[in-house]
């Protein structure tokens, strides 16, 4: 029998520049799930489950954990911060969730201190050279601060496909290999800091380093394993696996507003080189979506709101960062991206969030096209940064609804305008809502 057509797995994504609540619908799909699967990112993630008014922030931890019996699988595509990890997982037991399900892959990379302390060096250096050429009054265009999440993902990718000084997660359970690599990663940093702060640079110790790694490796030497072949096996055994994306689509490496990007494949695409699973195997790949944006760090979004509209739709819609606080830029719902995004992922259908926020507005504008810097319009994404900035959107207006839609669970008791704005998206996207998000907490949600 054939496998892939009987046992198809399931992928969840997020289609705009991330926070769509991707943790919610995660947590939703995974009790009819084996295996919930991380592919890509590290703890710049961070996805929010609420069940019954609790609310779990997670980082690394696959959103499926609050599911005894789930499998929770960090694939070889994550870059782990195994510190943060076992915080992570410590706080959860705290909270009684069993955790025992948690594997994390040999090969995904390690992020270390010095990934973080980089990520902040390479922003500050990023900063003083915008700053500088303003001052000086040049008309060279630089990319300024990206507004990482300082979480190390940046350089720990770089050194990954640098090669010879990354350390993975089976690393930690081989002192010789992981002692030689930490010397050399240790010469590379130092140097590195030293050449951009002087002689006052922090310098990291590769046998503190070494040492601080192997005593990590001695808790999570039990969850490390080959994941590749575990989820082969898996889905050979006719087990039903749930992908989940980190970041977002638009904040893709390769397909999103480069260079106001993260640093990973975020889409759908990424699935294969971030797990081992080939494409054929996902059957079904969900896209989230908020019925509005929101953006958290640079680059351009061509419907960013800078008034009391923006304002209203961060305050209703708490806003707020999961990993660093940082207020959410707000605006209307950008279609132009979400086609773009959907095409890219091969998105089989949608799934719209926080349609609650958008309740009490006379009026609900959505952007179906950009207009130029030389005056034509276009219905075509622009998936670079610099050129995107230039693009201001052309807006459809619908009416708004009044009603309070958190307690809907029917789609039948929609008002009629927040069906009809569900409806429009539908059929400009060319896919069906399947689920449609009213609040927070998991039974906040109209299926079907
Ligand atoms: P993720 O990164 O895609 O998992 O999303 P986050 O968890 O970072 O951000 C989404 C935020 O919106 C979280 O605080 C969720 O609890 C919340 N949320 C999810 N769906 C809804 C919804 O339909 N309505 C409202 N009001 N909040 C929601
Ligand atoms: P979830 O999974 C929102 C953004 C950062 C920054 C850029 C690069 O919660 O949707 P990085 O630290 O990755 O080098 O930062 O990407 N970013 C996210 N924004 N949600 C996320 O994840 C994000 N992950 C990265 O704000 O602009
Ligand atoms: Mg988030």
Request: hydrophobic share 35%; aromatic share 4%; with cysteine.
């Amino acid at each position: 029998m054939d496998q892939t057509r009987t046992n198809p797995a399931t992928a969840v994504v997020g289609l705009q520049w991330g926070d769509e609540g991707k943790g919610k619908i995660v947590d939703l799909l995974a009790s009819d799930h084996d295996a919930v699967v991380r592919y890509n990112g590290g703890a710049n993630a961070g996805h929010s489950v609420v069940v019954g008014g609790e609310r779990y922030s997670l980082h690394l931890v696959p959103s499926g954990i609050l599911y005894p019996g789930v499998k929770a699988v960090i694939g070889n595509g994550v870059v782990v911060d195994p510190e943060q990890l076992l915080k992570e997982l410590d706080t959860l037991s705290e909270r009684g969730v069993d955790t025992s399900g948690l594997v994390v892959s040999d090969r995904a990379h390690v992020v270390m201190p010095y990934h973080k302390h980089e990520d902040q060096v390479r922003e500050d250096e990023l900063r003083r050279a915008q700053e500088g050429g303003a001052r000086a009054g040049s008309t060279v265009l630089q990319p300024g601060q990206i507004g990482t999440t300082k979480r190390g993902i940046g350089p720990a990718y770089a050194d990954k496909a640098q090669r010879a000084s990354a350390i993975r997660m089976g690393d930690l359970l081989r002192p010789d290999v992981l002692r030689g690599k930490v010397e050399l990663a240790c010469v590379f940093k130092n140097a590195l800091l030293r050449g951009l702060n002087g002689s006052g640079a922090h310098a990291f110790d590769p046998g503190a380093e070494t040492d601080r790694l192997l005593t990590l490796g001695e808790r999570l030497g039990p969850m490390i394993t080959d994941t590749v072949y575990l989820l082969h096996e898996m889905l050979g055994d006719g087990k039903r696996v749930l992908f989940e994306g980190g970041n977002a689509t638009l904040l893709d490496v390769d397909h999103g507003t480069y260079p106001f990007v993260t640093s990973s494949v975020c889409s759908a695409l990424g699935i294969g080189p971030g797990t081992g699973v080939p494409p054929q195997r996902i059957g079904r790949i969900l896209g989230v979506s908020k019925v509005y944006c929101t953006r958290v760090g640079a680059g351009p979004m061509p419907t960013e709101l800078d008034d009391a509209i923006g304002e209203r739709i961060r305050e209703r819609g708490r806003e707020y960062g999961t990993t660093t606080g940082r207020p959410r830029r707000c605006g209307w719902l950008d279609l132009v991206a979400l086609r773009y995004a959907a095409m890219v992922n091969g998105a089989t259908g949608l799934v719209l969030t926080m349609l609650d926020v958008l309740a009490g507005f006379d009026e609900i504008k959505v952007c179906v096209g950009y207009r130029l810097t030389d005056g034509s319009d276009t219905d075509r994404f622009i998936p670079d940064g610099h050129a995107l900035a230039g693009a201001t959107p052309v807006y459809e207006s619908l009416p708004g609804f009044e009603e309070d839609i958190s307690g809907v669970r029917t789609r039948a008791e929609l008002p009629p305008n927040a069906a009809r704005l569900v409806a429009y998206i539908e059929e400009r996207v060319g896919l069906p809502a399947e689920v449609i998000s009213v609040g927070p907490d998991r039974e906040q949600t109209i299926r079907g």
